[in-house]
């Protein structure tokens, strides 16, 4: 649901264009509360569900007077479409999880592709763990959170998820968020390559709408960074909705990341804006990072 190609893919590997059979989970079914009759009696229960008269006898008794009989009733209490129903049309074998076979179906079924940001906020609202997985637990905590218990109830809500780009303080967390969500494993970074995809998902959508997206993802794609760290990734969201399109609001001596100041010096360059000369200070600073100072991500990874 985060890939940028035609299908999703999992963390093995596999495409959700490659699963084949069906998926089909266990049943499960409400729990029934059935009561029952402790006295010697024979019940003459009635025809119909509206009740009627029927004489009845009671052991040690000789009343044989008419006695009303109530209708018979269902022990099972309906209180709308089950949500386990729902899971269960696009969990796997196990009917423990819905893994990326089930997302595909999932997607078809709600007209959208994989990569639409729709599903990424859909993990969020489930907080899910890993990516292309949503577990049972998730699931259903996810689909009570945003109120749908069938298909149809997730098709007419689809507008309203995506709506919650809208507001600044939601996105932030989506894009936080989506950090440990595509991330590997218990990797304390983001690859490049999963970093772009998320960037395109969030920054491209329509709400949002980030002016530098081109130029800093194709800046990702050829610069010296291999992976994006969490303090950098945090950041990127606070640049992408504060900073203006000329950057003359950049503090060159603020706390950004040193990533984001080797794109605002390029994107000056490149736009033949003039550099301010605290940037040319800066870069001084910057020089002992490329050479493998304490805060280079080139040499440290993990930090």
């Known amino acids: ?14 495409s959700l264009g490659d699963c084949t059979g069906s998926c089909t989970g266990q049943s499960f079914d409400l729990p029934s509360v059935i009561g029952s009759l402790t006295l010697h009696d024979e019940v ?11 004489r009845r006898s009671v052991a040690g008794s000789n009343d044989t007077s008419p006695q009303y009989v109530a209708p018979k009733r269902s022990c099972a209490v309906s209180n709308g479409p089950d949500p386990i129903e729902f899971f269960n049309l696009y969990c796997d074998r196990s009917g423990s999880k819905v893994g990326p076979c089930g997302i595909e179906r999932l997607c078809t079924d709600l007209c959208i592709h994989p990569t639409d940001v729709v599903m990424l906020i859909l993990a969020w609202a489930m907080d899910a763990k890993t990516m ?16 749908c218990n069938t298909l149809e109830d997730l098709k007419q809500r689809l507008p309203r998820l995506e709506a919650v780009l809208h507001d600044r303080a939601t996105l932030e967390k989506i894009h936080r968020f989506a950090f440990d969500f595509t991330r590997d494993g218990v990797q304390r970074y983001l690859e490049v390559e999963f970093a772009i995809d998320i960037l395109r998902i969030l920054f491209g959508h329509r709400f949002v709408a980030w002016g530098h997206l081109e130029a800093f ?10 992976v994006v760290n969490r303090d950098q990734w945090y950041n990127i969201f606070p640049f992408a909705v504060t900073i203006r399109s000329d950057f003359s609001n950049y503090d060159e001596s603020g706390a950004w990341p ?21 940037a040319v200070a800066r870069g001084h ?14 040499h440290h990874p993990m930090d």
Not at 217 to 226: E, N, Q, T, V
Request: hydrophobic letters at 35%; proline letters at 2%; one cysteine or more.
């Open 258 to 278: 040193v990533l984001l100041d080797d794109f605002v010096e390029e994107r000056r360059a490149a736009l033949g804006l003039k550099v301010p000369g605290a």
């Open 217 to 226: 993802i194709a800046y990702l794609g050829r610069c010296r960074y291999a």
């Open 1 to 14: 649901m985060i890939r940028h190609t035609s299908s999703c893919l999992s963390r093995d590997g596999s």
């Open 132 to 147: 292309c997985v949503f577990t049972r637990s998730e699931w259903l905590a996810g689909m009570n959170k945003v109120k």
């Open 285 to 298: 600073d910057r020089t002992r990072d490329r050479t493998g100072g304490e805060n280079s991500m080139f």
């Open 44 to 54: 003459m229960l009635p025809q119909s569900s509206r009740g009627s008269f029927k």
